[in-house]
């Protein structure tokens, strides 16, 4: 069973592919104050035309933007989700359960989340920082996956990847959950902390080049 979950992550991790990862970084850092994030502040930050940040931002398919075209959520969200995020003081949210323990190593910051269990309903926290997890409540929280589609990208993800990423409140959930989604496996919280430092280090060094 390990071995098989070893080669779905490297699959989720494959697929979790970023086009500009650069402004992937930028989106994510300028949400993560509590501030919508507009087309020209990507492009003076970037040293990008706006031209190049359209295209860019166009890869970016779930993006959620406000009445002004400013971005308001991209995997990090300024709207409200069943996940809250709490970073500097500030309640944001994210778009799931991954995302919970990706973000918190591209800001380099610890973090509050909160979320709940879609089988039992219990509330579900913990810890998480730049290094790993702690404070888990329950203590056997586990995460469902899936393996999204080749298409998914960093922010094509929403429907076909992050509506199966949950947070799962104990293994008889966990079962449950499996029953009703065949497609989804089930990784530990510490599984899925390390694919997601991976997907996040493999974005942050292209950034980066």
């Known amino acids: 069973m ?9 699959a989720v991790q494959a697929a979790l592919h970023c086009e500009h ?12 104050n509590g501030q919508p994030v507009s087309r020209a502040s990507i492009a003076d930050a970037l040293g990008m035309s706006l031209h190049d940040v359209e295209m860019a931002l166009g890869t970016f398919a779930d993006a959620v933007y406000d009445d002004n075209g400013d971005v308001v959520a991209c995997g990090l969200s300024l709207l409200p989700t069943p996940h809250a995020f709490k970073v500097c003081g500030k309640k944001l949210y994210i778009w799931c359960a991954l995302d919970a323990l990706m973000y918190p190593v591209a800001l380099d910051q610890t973090v509050q989340v909160e979320s709940r269990c879609p089988v ?16 888990v409540s329950p203590a056997e929280v586990v995460l469902s996956m899936v393996i999204p589609g080749k298409e998914a990208g960093c922010c094509n993800v929403r429907s076909s990847f992050c509506s199966g990423v949950h947070f799962i409140s104990s293994n008889e959930a966990a079962a449950t959950w499996m029953s ?21 280090q493999r974005r942050m060094e292209r950034a980066a080049g």
């Open 21 to 32: 990862p650069d402004v992937w970084l930028f989106l994510l850092r300028t949400l993560s």
């Open 180 to 200: 009703q989604h065949p497609e989804a496996f089930i990784v530990s919280i510490t599984e899925a902390w390390q694919l997601g430092y991976a997907v996040v």
């Open 2 to 10: 390990r071995y098989e979950n070893l080669k779905r992550l490297d």
């Open 120 to 135: 039992t309903q219990n509330q579900v926290c913990m810890t998480v920082g730049p290094t790993g997890v702690s404070d």
